[in-house]
T-cell receptor, first 109, second 112 residues
């Protein structure tokens, strides 16, 4: 079983739509979680960390559910510039980060 | 601010050749990482280092070697290039293990 699994995607949504991505992790001892954004042929860039209490950064909201071992990312009022691949990341107890395969989002005018 | 710098950006190797992918960071981060990313796949950890003089294997270390003689530098060595090592390689660093990682621009490596 993969350490981190994400929605397969791709997601194609109109501008202004709300879209949600889910991600599950297999290691219950995973300590920290992040969402990264990766544009085509570019390096991953941190979008936001994910905290147990949930956190919000503008149009982006991240949630962590330890009991069910999943994290989510909600994007409200989608912009064309949100088009990218979103990577879910979990840090396990061995100091190793595990990346999901990514979910592709295309925001359509 | 330079951040994490990788060289070269592109390289084509013949099977059996060797090369070193360079990575340097100027943020005084203790933790450094090497990943590979194959098309349509997530990043897989090759090796990581928690500080100068210390390196550990990640998920896919076979065919690679690393060293960490200084805090700033973390080179990745391919001794006998194989077609299966065609990939995009990313170097990353972080201040602490549970902190977000900063990535370099990547090295696109093709082995023919």
């Amino acid at each position: 079983r993969k350490e981190v699994e994400q929605d397969p995607g791709p997601f194609n949504v109109p501008e202004g739509a709300t879209v949600a991505f889910n991600c599950t992790y297999s290691n219950s001892a995973s300590q920290s979680f992040f969402w990264y954004r990766q544009d085509c042929r570019k390096e991953p860039k941190l979008l936001m960390s994910v905290y147990s209490s949930g956190n919000e950064d503008g149009r982006f909201t991240a949630q962590l559910n330890r009991a069910s071992q999943y994290i989510s990312l909600l994007i409200r009022d989608s912009k064309l510039s949100d088009s990218a691949t979103y990577l879910c990341v979990a840090l396990n107890t061995g100091n190793q980060f595990y990346f999901g395969t990514g979910t592709s989002l295309t925001v359509i005018p | 601010n330079a951040g994490v710098t990788q060289t070269p950006k592109f390289r084509i190797l013949k099977i059996g050749q060797s090369m070193t992918l360079q990575c340097t960071q100027d943020m005084n981060h203790n933790y450094m990482y090497w990943y590979r990313q194959d098309p349509g796949m997530g990043l897989k950890l090759i090796y990581y280092s928690v500080g100068a003089g210390i390196t550990d294997k990640g998920e896919v270390p076979n065919g690679y070697n690393v060293s960490r003689s200084t805090t700033e530098d973390f080179p990745l060595r391919l001794e006998l290039a194989a077609p299966s090592q065609t990939s995009v390689y990313f170097c990353a660093s972080s201040y602490q293990t549970d902190q977000p990682q900063h990535f370099g621009d990547g090295t696109r490596l093709s082995i023919l």
